[in-house]
């Protein structure tokens, strides 16, 4: 058995599944349902902070490593295969209240679409989409801030155990250390909502961005394993509300008629604006012939994204949602 299989084990044990199929449907909630905003700003910051507290995934990430670790070392193999299944069992026992009292909304085929592929016109939606959300000029320069920054995010949380493994970092510590994320990020996601009624939303996106920074800058220093440790606990401090903070910032700016579609590409958009991180990681380290000039290389994401967002006008983009808002509700209303 290779010593990194409990490590994929893990990462699929808490991968963030298909969010950008269930987001669009947690909107479809009839509105008698109301979620409670500890941000006190709107639903979507609720939303988003659901997406973080995945408490139940850490707690089955803590039963499949033990299984892992303390099984005698002929079971291992055994018990990575039943940590798979026990992934599988999770997802589907905890679909079943979705599946049995949440609605599907209908399924609506627009003029042209009759016949075609679905897989064209998903591609077709989201080219027209992308397009409104160009009309729109503070929403869609957050929306390339938050790619850039979020890439750097995104590949400092994949990337962790290769480039720990790479320097030396001793297996127990980088399962450890994964895990401990898992349950330290959930108090800090709500101190970040605290703080951004304090000082303001994009202010504490700043803070988390000077953090993984700090992060990227330490992480070429790193040499002994409470190093690895001290880093994952500060990365626990700022991934949760990051992109909560992030979802709730985007949100404000979204006209509420829209905001199934809008979200949705959010999180399309996410998943294929990743790539580029991940590139330049690997990349740098095969030029160098190793990592740590490559965790360096990620702070031009964050960067490159803070400058961005010093560019948006929140009550600008707020204010242009409104407007949309308010006219798309002025169309739909029947002449006299």
């Known amino acids: 058995m290779m010593p990194q299989d409990p490590i994929?084990?893990?990462?699929?044990?808490?991968?963030?599944?298909?969010?950008?199929?269930?987001?669009?449907?947690?909107?479809?909630l009839p509105r008698e349902v109301k979620l409670v905003s500890i941000w006190g700003r709107s639903e979507a910051s609720a939303r988003a902070l659901g997406e973080q507290l995945n408490l139940g995934g850490g707690l089955l990430l803590a039963i499949n490593l033990a299984m892992i670790m303390l099984a005698p070392p002929e079971l291992t193999g055994l018990m990575t295969r039943l940590s798979f299944l026990s992934v599988a069992l999770w997802w589907f026992v905890f679909s079943i209240p979705l599946l049995r009292i949440v609605q599907e909304p209908p399924r609506r085929i627009q003029a042209g679409e009759l016949g075609v592929n679905p897989v064209r016109v998903s591609?077709?939606?989201?080219?027209?989409?992308?397009?409104?959300?160009?009309?729109?000029?503070?929403?869609f320069l957050?929306?390339?801030?938050?790619?850039?920054?979020?890439?750097g995010i995104g590949t400092i949380i994949k990337m962790a155990t290769i480039y720990g493994a790479e320097i030396g970092i001793g297996q127990t510590t980088l399962i450890g250390t994964l895990l401990m994320v898992?349950?330290?990020?959930?108090?800090?996601?709500?101190?970040?909502?605290?703080?951004?009624?304090?000082?303001?939303?994009?202010?504490?996106?700043?803070?988390?961005?000077?953090v993984y920074t700090g992060i990227s800058i330490a992480g070429f220093f790193m040499s002994q394993e409470w190093h690895f440790w001290a880093l994952g606990f500060a990365v626990a401090t700022v991934q949760g509300g990051s992109q909560a903070l992030s979802r709730s910032l985007f949100?404000?700016?979204v006209p509420r008629s829209k905001s199934a579609e809008f979200f949705g590409f959010f999180s399309v958009s996410e998943k294929f604006a990743g790539i580029a991180g991940p590139f330049v990681f690997g990349v740098v380290g095969q030029i160098v012939g190793h990592s740590r000039l490559s965790i360096i290389s990620l702070i031009i994401f964050f960067v490159i994204g803070a400058a961005l967002l010093t560019r948006v006008n929140e009550q600008e983009g707020i204010r242009a949602a409104e407007a949309e808002e308010t006219s798309l509700i002025a169309a739909s209303m029947p002449t006299q």
């Not at 893990?10 to 991968?15: L, Y």
């Not at 591609?123 to 929403?139: C, G, K, M, S, V």
């Not at 330290?184 to 803070?207: D, E, N």
């Open 251 to 253: 949100g404000r700016m």
């Open 182 to 210: 898992q349950f330290v990020g959930i108090p800090f996601a709500f101190l970040f909502g605290w703080l951004a009624k304090r000082i303001g939303t994009k202010t504490s996106i700043y803070i988390s961005l000077l």
């Open 142 to 151: 957050f929306l390339v801030a938050f790619w850039f920054y979020n890439d």
């Open 123 to 139: 591609f077709q939606r989201l080219a027209h989409t992308f397009r409104e959300i160009t009309h729109f000029r503070d929403l």
């Open 8 to 28: 994929r084990v893990a990462i699929v044990g808490t991968s963030k599944r298909s969010s950008y199929l269930y987001a669009p449907l947690l909107r479809a």
